[in-house]
């Protein structure tokens, strides 16, 4: 009984991991610089193949994959942001015109990014075998690929947190998230910060990629599903709060963890129930002002 | 204002409605059955976007509900149909819509701006995953399969469901609702303080628009000899409205019927010419028009009417 427990609990937190790098990236997008980005998956998805392609065509381990894929992905975003989005931020009226207008250019980018992915990856699911021996936690079996993701999830949201906190652009960028326009007026570069942001955002998209494909195999119609999953996790946790956005993607995953064991066809439908519960009863969320 | 052009205005745009619906009443009598299934198709995209902007376009609550309401009406059919006569089914599939809709417009219709939208969303995932996990687990299949019912029968009741709502938008755009609801759109505590119903307005407009969404998934189940949750509840269902409203302009109701005819034409056109990019091309055209046509078609034409010389009565 208590090694089911423990059992169920780890592989909440592990899944939970993940699910915290997603919504961070989103969070990021969404709380700063006021893009709901529905193509947030679409990275996960070119993250996730592009290490499959590195890992069974060069042999290049999926852990050096982060190093091509985060900066790549950081790269698409801010120059998305610097084009796409900084223009319909100029033509749009008000934030609400702006928030709808984005939203929709960005469910035209799953299109693009997707189809993409079709023609370059085919529609077969890809997966590989890396790090697939089963590690011991108080009886409880768990792979070490998936341990590894959870550990690099952990480290890259510490890390982004410190980055916040602690630095000048972190400051630039609370700042901006708090009042974009009087952040602007106190010489904050308002463009380039958003961009950055967003290119941020991307970045842990697809280093979140980059570990999903390590433990489960990914194909190029992936991403809508964890986008889904990414905005329950950011209106749990808050909109706009990163960290709760970190502590909302543990407390789904776990929960998500727990509905599996009982009925498993049931996961989704539990997180949209939550959702929907959450919006109806504390829209604000968890950690939400 | 040239008050000679209203007058002119008045008498001969009625003609043309009535003209070209009785065209298209003929039309499977003149027409081969590809033309006929074609338009039944583009007509399925109008009525899905008019009745969309119907509640969306004035009070500017981003619904990304269609889906689900289409969805519903696409399991009324599969469920029931063959069991009663098939306008029966419609007008089912359309009251149980507007049943769900009122139910979840009354729970849902204060929350603002982008959660609603994503709301919305949720709810269409939320009726796909539990549908799913039912049907596996208690009936066994994934899918069902649907009476199939001859394409000139199935044509003939979207058109008619397209005149309806065709009049009711009219109605609702004409009457002080209509009037009222934009005044939610523009300034909702304002329309509250002058006496509008607003909770009520909205949950009745909003079950109205799913009404016609469920009544043409009833309808259109029949051309799908099968159907499952995911096929059923696809996203897609709840963008291509949005879509089509934005590209063919909200401001007036000829916008986005002429969105919706464009783009449904544009999506047979690609598919039958780039199947294999076709949703890319899609997307490209998605960005585009909201990126360079922010009005739609519509203002584009208005646009260009009042720059022409003598075009100013248009401005009303």
């Known amino acids: 009984m208590f090694v089911t427990i423990l059992d169920v609990l780890i592989a909440g937190l592990l899944l939970g991991g993940l699910y915290a790098l997603i919504a961070m990236g989103l969070s990021l997008q969404y709380g700063v610089a006021k893009v709901m ?27 050096i994959g982060i190093i091509v894929c985060g900066p790549i992905a950081f790269l698409l975003g801010y120059g998305l942001h610097r084009t796409l989005y900084k223009k319909i931020g100029l033509s749009s009226e ?18 693009i990014i997707q189809n993409i992915a079709f023609k370059l990856w085919g529609p077969e699911y890809r997966g590989y075998s890396y790090l697939a021996f089963p590690v011991d936690i ?6 070490a690929n998936r341990l590894v993701t959870l550990g690099f999830s952990v480290a890259i949201g510490i890390a982004f947190y410190i980055f916040l906190a ?27 910060v958003l961009a950055i942001c967003f ?4 970045a842990m998209a697809g280093i979140a990629g980059v570990l999903i494909s390590v433990s489960y195999p990914v194909n190029a ?9 990414a905005i329950i996790v950011v209106a749990l946790g808050g909109l706009g709060s990163i960290p709760g956005s970190f502590i909302g993607g543990f407390i789904l995953g776990v929960i998500g963890s727990i509905v599996t064991y009982f009925e498993p066809g049931l996961a989704l439908a539990a997180y949209y129930v939550i959702f929907v519960v959450l919006l109806l009863v504390r829209p604000k969320g968890i950690m939400g002002k | 204002m040239d008050i000679s052009g209203i007058n002119t205005k008045k008498f001969i745009t009625p003609g043309i409605i009535v003209l070209v619906l009785a065209l298209l009443f003929a039309l499977p009598l003149y027409v081969n059955l590809y033309t006929v299934v074609l338009i039944t198709s583009i007509l399925m995209y109008v009525v899905l976007t008019v009745s969309w902007t119907i509640f969306s376009g004035s009070t500017g609550y981003l619904s990304l509900a269609p889906a689900a309401f289409f969805g519903i009406g696409i399991y009324t059919s599969a469920i029931l149909g063959g069991q009663m006569p098939i306008i029966i089914v419609v007008i089912l599939g359309g009251l149980i819509s507007f049943c769900v809709a009122a139910l979840v417009g009354s729970l849902t219709l204060r929350l603002k701006g982008i959660y609603f939208a994503m709301f919305t969303l949720g ?6 995953h539990s549908l799913l996990w039912y049907e596996i687990k208690f009936t066994g299949t994934r899918g069902r399969f649907v009476i199939l019912i001859d394409n000139e029968t199935i044509y003939l009741i979207m058109l008619g469901i397209f005149v309806v709502l065709l009049i009711t938008a009219y109605l609702i755009k004409r009457s002080k609702y209509g009037l009222a609801l934009q005044s939610i759109g523009e300034q909702e505590e304002a329309a509250a303080h002058s006496g509008v119903n607003v909770t009520l307005l909205k949950v009745v407009t909003f079950g109205i628009s799913a009404f016609f969404m469920g009544a043409a998934g009833a309808i259109m189940a029949t051309r799908w000899t099968y159907i499952d949750p995911m096929i059923a509840f696809n996203v897609f269902f709840s963008f291509m409205p949005v879509l089509m409203a934005i590209f063919g302009g909200m401001g007036q109701l000829y916008g986005p019927i002429l969105g919706a005819t464009a783009f449904a034409y544009l999506e047979e056109l ?5 199947p294999y990019y076709y949703m890319l091309i899609f997307g490209i055209i998605m960005v585009v028009a909201i990126l360079y046509l922010p009005q739609g078609i519509s203002g584009l034409i208005q646009k260009l009417w009042r720059r022409m010389p003598g075009g100013k009565s248009a401005n009303t």
């Open chain 1, 221 to 229: 119609a992936m991403g809508l599903e964890y986008t889904i999953i």
């Open chain 2, 123 to 128: 709810l269409v995932e939320l009726i796909k």
């Open chain 1, 37 to 63: 980005n529905v193509s947030h998956g679409e990275f996960i998805m070119l993250g996730g193949l592009t290490t499959w392609s590195l890992y069974t065509v060069f042999g290049i381990n999926p852990l």
């Open chain 1, 138 to 143: 108080g009886g409880a079996l768990f792979g």
């Open chain 1, 166 to 192: 602690r630095t000048r652009m972190g400051k630039a960028i609370r700042a901006a998230a708090s009042d974009s326009p009087t952040a602007g007026l106190m010489g904050v570069n308002i463009n380039q």
């Open chain 1, 199 to 202: 290119g941020f955002g991307a």
């Open chain 2, 270 to 274: 690609l598919l039958t010419k780039f």
């Open chain 1, 94 to 111: 008000t934030t609400g015109i702006f928030e709808s207008n984005s939203m929709l250019a960005s469910f035209g980018l799953i299109f």
